[in-house]
């Protein structure tokens, strides 16, 4: 019924405008004819398969088209637009007709397809905005084969370029969110809009294609800083188009305060004894800052890394055990920020008593001749021997200098060794002071003496010629025995003073018979009585 039915009203169609055109039947009025066109125009839509919509620049391709029907195309156009509307078919021989109806129904314009296998209206002005229609029919009753339809509008009505708000420059601080929406209207209708970013962007930075919203949270490295953005919406037209709107984003620096990372002390500590603390910190802020370390609760002067060496000195009127409650406060360069931290070390404070140390006695010596190294001992009750501290000082640095005396050990028992000055000769005091942990001191005092050297040296060769050194204005006795064991019995030999020269010749060749042994010792004149230095004899053995 349906073809029956197009077929019908396609003859009837095709009738009414064949006379309306006046082809066979003569001249007809100029109003008669456009009443005839529009009811054959109507009558060849009810006759058609159906409206099929098409787009400007759209291709409809593998189209056919039988006797007594038509197809219909409809599209959107603006007023001023021009509308260029190509049909395009394989065989030679048959002449299809496009019509271009517009929206009230009238018809624009009509061309009849030629030899060439097209028909075309070219640049047909659209006076009314609206919806407009191509009709494809056949003339000479023959059927269209596969042809293919085109379409193209130009003009005041072709796509146009959406507008984007103008977007102020912004100010967001590091590690706060900037949330910025970008809007944007486009003048064709239903048509789809994108947003982007044109510039290079920091990281982090995000805008929606679909909303515009451009979110960011700046992190440390980023700020401060400035950074240019262009933001860009493109529309869904044909051809797509753009607009553009720049900004700038201005980040300002956040002062981070530090963090204490750690803290590194004993829990107890003995008073007296050095106590060693570390504090450790980190700080975020961009460039790098310098730290600075206070320690508060005890008498600690500030530093730039972190550790802490210094002795809790005993508190004799205070308890024997106690907490000491100190605080770690770290301070970057700005000033702005800090960190602290609170812990406690335990003080064991025990009453303290003085260490103690021997009697040293007094020593003698001579002149540029070190003493023998004289040994004491040291102790303390709360303090080991070996932290106690053990000095000593002179009274007269002219005979004994303090860089003279050398204290030897690190225990309980220690020496001591006395080096006069060089030539020097006197008397000097000597003090040796012991220190414990607590702060405590014991000391003890000696004399050390030191003489001329008054010590002969007496030698006697193969040709019996005793030689005598000593002292200038010095006196000696000689004397002599036979006995080769103890108890000796000396007999006096002779008596001098050497004068102008510190040694003098005895010959000792005489006609006495046997072994003779010679000793010299100190006499008067000189600075001292013999007895004082009888230690200092020298005993030879002269030659059968």
């Known amino acids: 019924m349906l073809q029956l039915f197009t077929f019908r009203f396609g003859r009837l169609a095709a009738f009414l405008r064949l006379f309306a055109t006046g082809s066979g039947f003569g001249p007809m009025a100029q109003g008669c004819r456009q009443v005839l066109l529009l009811a054959a125009w109507l009558l060849a839509v009810q006759a058609s398969q159906g409206q099929v919509p098409i787009a400007a620049g759209q291709t409809i391709t593998n189209q056919t088209l039988s006797i007594a029907e038509q197809d219909v195309f409809t599209f959107s156009a603006a007023a001023g637009q021009r509308a260029t509307i ?61 042809y293919q339809l085109n379409l193209l509008l130009f003009g005041a009505g072709a796509n146009q370029a959406p507008m984007l708000t103008a977007i102020p420059d912004q100010t967001v601080a590091e590690f706060s969110e900037i949330r910025i929406a970008a809007s944007a209207s486009d003048p064709d209708p239903g048509q789809m809009l994108t947003y982007s970013i044109d510039s290079d962007f920091p990281a ?52 981070e305060p530090p963090v204490i990372t750690g803290v590194t002390a004993p ?20 460039p790098i800052q310098s730290l600075t370390y206070v320690l508060t609760g005890y008498a600690v002067p500030p530093n730039m890394d972190g550790r802490f060496n210094f002795r809790v000195m005993p508190n004799p009127g205070g308890p024997e055990r106690y ?41 003698q010596t001579d002149m540029d001749r070190s003493t023998t190294r004289v040994p004491f001992t040291v102790g303390d009750a709360e303090t080991a021997p070996a932290s106690l501290l053990v000095r000593a000082a002179s009274s007269n640095p002219q005979v004994v200098a303090d ?37 405590l001191a014991a000391e003890e005092k000696f004399t050390v003496k030191v003489c001329p050297c008054l010590e002969p040296d007496l030698e006697i060769d193969l040709y019996a010629v005793l030689t005598i050194r000593g002292l200038v204005d010095q006196g000696y006795q000689i004397e002599y025995t036979t006995d080769a064991s103890e108890p000796r019995t000396w007999q006096p030999l002779a008596t001098i003073v050497l004068q102008q020269s510190p040694q003098l010749f005895i010959d000792v060749s005489g006609p006495a018979a046997g072994r003779r042994f010679y000793r010299a010792k100190v006499a008067s004149p000189g600075p001292a009585p013999a007895s004082a230095f009888e230690h200092l004899q020298a005993l030879r053995l002269a030659p059968e």
């Not at 019509?99 to 129904?105: C, H, K, R, V």
């Not at 829990?267 to 961009?286: C, M, N």
């Not at 064991?348 to 008593?353: A, G, I, K």
């Open 86 to 146: 190509q049909m395009s078919w394989v065989s030679g021989l048959i002449r299809p007709v496009i019509d271009l109806i517009s929206p009230a129904g009238a018809v624009v314009q009509s061309i009849v397809g030629g030899f060439q296998n097209t028909a075309r209206l070219e640049l047909v002005a659209l006076s009314t905005s609206g919806t407009y229609s191509i009709v494809c029919r056949e003339r000479d009753g023959t059927d269209v084969g596969n």
């Open 204 to 255: 982090g930075l995000a805008i929606n294609p679909s909303t515009g919203l451009i979110s960011w949270t700046p992190g440390e490295a980023q700020g401060p800083g400035t950074y240019p953005l262009t933001v860009r919406v493109t529309d869904s037209g044909t051809p797509p188009l753009s607009a553009t709107a720049s900004f700038v984003i201005n980040v300002s620096e956040v002062n």
């Open 267 to 286: 829990s107890e500590v003995r008073a007296g004894e050095l106590l060693g603390i570390t504090v450790a910190a980190s700080d975020v802020d961009l």
């Open 323 to 363: 907490s000491l409650v100190l605080k770690a406060r770290v301070t970057d360069s700005l000033g702005a920020g800090s960190a602290e931290r609170e812990f406690s070390i335990v003080v064991n404070d025990p009453r303290n008593t003085p260490p103690t140390i021997s009697a040293i006695p007094d020593q």
């Open 403 to 439: 860089d003279g005396i050398h204290i030897e050990g690190n225990g309980a028992s220690r020496t001591i060794l006395v080096t006069p000055a060089p030539g020097a000769t006197g008397s000097a005091e000597i003090t040796v002071t012991v220190t414990d942990a607590g702060g």
